[in-house]
Nanobody, 127 residues
Framework: QVQLVESGGGSVQAGGSLRLSCAAS????????MGWFRQAPGKEREGVATLHTGADFTNYADSVKGRFTISQDISKNTVYLQMNSLSPEDTATYSC????????????????????WGQGTQVTVSS
């Protein structure tokens, strides 16, 4: 089992920045696909960014390319999502998710394979 705990959400004005953190605990041996997903009220869940912890491959949704950066600190079992140039359209609950993937590969931003999920953290961007 893997437990994921997000932090770093909050309220920010348009154009601002936030950094989300996802701390993993439990059985974290081996490589994982780690993903950030978001869901706004009345909308479907959207994959934002993913990272393969073994290969450090990253993948981004077109809507956040050039603005968001996913990264990791292996020593802390933590994945980050740096979000810059935020707009009201980025307002959503952001959740961290993971599934084990022992071989190096680009991780999908589709949510189906992700079996471990955090509780989510709210990001609100005001205009």
């Amino acid at each position: 089992q893997v437990q994921l705990v997000e932090s770093g959400g909050g309220s920010v004005q348009a154009g601002g920045s936030l950094r989300l953190s996802c701390a993993a605990s439990g059985y974290t041996d081996g490589a994982f696909c780690m993903g950030w997903f978001r869901q706004a009220p009345g909308k479907e869940r959207e994959g934002v960014a993913t990272l393969h912890t073994g290969a450090d491959f990253t993948n981004y949704a077109d809507s956040v390319k050039g603005r968001f950066t996913i990264s990791q600190d292996i020593s802390k079992n933590t994945v980050y999502l740096q979000m810059n140039s935020l707009s009201p359209e980025d307002t959503a609950t952001y959740s961290c998710a993971a599934f084990p993937l022992p071989w190096a590969a680009s991780c999908t931003i589709q949510s189906a394979p992700y079996i471990y999920w955090g509780q989510g953290t709210q990001v609100t961007v005001s205009s």
